[in-house]
């Protein structure tokens, strides 16, 4: 791999398009609890509204449960409202000071419609790699700099990098996929 700045640039840029398609799938939900699934929700306190994740420590302490702790007890009825209000299927059961969300149990047709999410936020993810490419092929054109053969080089390594982007993306999608329908 040469260390040209064009290339450099573009690796990067592709390296933030998959962590970008990791984040996005991180928010869909498997049936199996994680912290992210509500973490920003946002919650009404202290007059301004903030996310969970800053007025809160959330754990899991099984697979099918997600424990909320208020670092104040005043706002345990505002985050069980959040909770409702954000639309995610969940109903919080408010414990003490403390609430508990048990996650529902997810029927196939979910899991199915989940699984045409993950797809969709891949081939975002996908296009931006694809977008990133155009670029760098773009710039390697207008480089005066360089010689025939070493922006032919280049372009090949560009292509390599995109290969190696969406082949990454699709390992993402089917572990994903893998995780939707295990039951």
């Known amino acids: 791999m040469s260390n040209h700045p064009i290339l450099g640039d573009a690796k990067a840029r592709m390296q933030k398009a998959i962590e970008h398609t990791l984040h996005e799938f991180s928010a869909i939900h498997t049936g199996k609890a994680t912290p992210t699934m509500v973490e920003t929700i946002l919650v009404e306190a202290y007059g301004t ?3 969970l994740k800053s007025c809160a420590a959330i754990s899991t302490p099984d697979a099918r449960m997600i ?5 104040d007890v005043t706002l345990v009825q505002p985050i069980a409202k959040a909770i ?7 109903n919080p059961i408010i414990d003490g000071k403390a609430l508990r969300i048990p996650l529902p149990e997810m029927s ?3 899991r199915q419609e989940f699984a045409k999410v993950a797809h969709k ?3 975002e993810g996908r296009v931006q790699v694809r977008n990133v490419r155009r670029d760098t ?3 390697l054109k207008k480089d005066a700099a360089l010689s025939e053969d070493e922006r032919k080089r280049h372009e090949k390594e560009a292509q390599t990098l995109t290969d190696n982007a969406i082949k990454e993306i699709n390992q993402h999608l089917e572990h994903k996929e893998k995780e939707l329908f295990a039951v």
């Open 121 to 123: 936020l891949a081939e």
């Open 67 to 71: 424990q909320i702790q208020p670092w």
């Open 108 to 110: 196939r047709e979910r």
């Open 49 to 51: 509204t903030q996310p």
């Open 137 to 139: 092929m773009d710039a």
């Open 84 to 90: 409702q209000q954000a639309n995610l299927g969940f």
